[in-house]
């Protein structure tokens, strides 16, 4: 079954980059993710799907500062000119035929 | 646009069985799956399992078999039911949609906001 790993945190300035990593176990490397937001006291939110080739479809409303990227068993999601409503914590979930899993999350910071 | 609103007790006695309602509205229940997701206090996200009107239901194994997940078309209405709950139950209860693609079971599209669920005596 596939695992995801995301490093526990991670932070930037207003207006800069931040690029999260959530890495697919040995065996798994080309499994599709999605990426959720969860802001501080509300539910998770449907941010994108992620395929291993780096194609990527996002949820509708979405800004356009949020991307997707792919290399070997990583799977990116690229927040672009931060914004304080961006700090959040980020979950990436993959799934099989009977199974899903998410990623421990990584918390973003906006200094 | 489709809205899913959990409901249920908020305080659950450690001899009852936990159940919660998922209420689907604006769209069609049988065209997707149905997850119920939790998240204890401070903690990560844990999914608990899923269901699909044209298909079989998958349970996180870690619930030892205490999970029912069942589906009330007539009433739009995902249900989840766990039997001998403990503190460690204690947790925000979420349901969500999954869509399919070409039949086979994809992401999560659409989240709850959202029930609290205390387990104690």
């Known amino acids: 079954q596939p695992v995801l790993t995301q490093s526990s945190s991670a932070s930037g300035s207003l207006g800069s980059s931040v690029k999260l990593t959530c890495t697919l176990n040995s065996g798994h490397s080309g499994y599709s993710i999605a990426w959720h937001q969860q802001q501080p006291g509300k539910a998770p939110r449907y941010l994108m799907k992620?395929?291993?080739?780096?194609?990527?479809d996002k949820g509708s409303g979405v800004p356009n500062r949020f991307s997707g990227s792919s290399s070997g068993a990583d799977r990116y999601l690229t927040i672009s000119n931060l914004q304080s409503e961006d700090e959040a914590v980020y979950y990436c979930e993959t799934w099989d035929s009977g199974f899903r899993e998410f990623g421990g999350g990584t918390r973003v910071t906006v200094l | 646009q489709v809205q899913l609103q959990e409901s249920g007790p908020g305080l659950v006695r450690p001899s009852e069985t936990l159940s919660l309602t998922c209420t689907v509205s604006?769209?069609?229940?049988?065209?997707?799956?149905w997850a119920w997701i939790r998240q204890p206090p401070g903690m990560g996200l844990e999914w608990i399992g899923h269901?699909?009107?044209?298909?079989?239901?998958n349970y996180n194994p870690s619930l030892k078999s205490r999970g029912t997940i069942s589906l009330d078309t007539s009433k739009k209405q995902v249900s989840l039911k766990l039997r001998s709950p403990t503190a460690a139950d204690t947790a925000v209860y979420y349901c969500?949609?999954?869509?399919?693609?070409?039949?086979?079971?994809?992401?999560?599209?659409?989240w709850g906001k959202g029930t609290t669920v205390t387990v104690s005596s």
């Open positions: 269901t699909y009107f044209f298909g079989s239901t």
């Open positions: 604006g769209d069609s229940i049988s065209n997707y799956y």
């Open positions: 992620l395929e291993g080739s780096g194609a990527y």
């Open positions: 969500a949609r999954i869509v399919t693609l070409f039949g086979a079971i994809d992401y999560m599209d659409v």
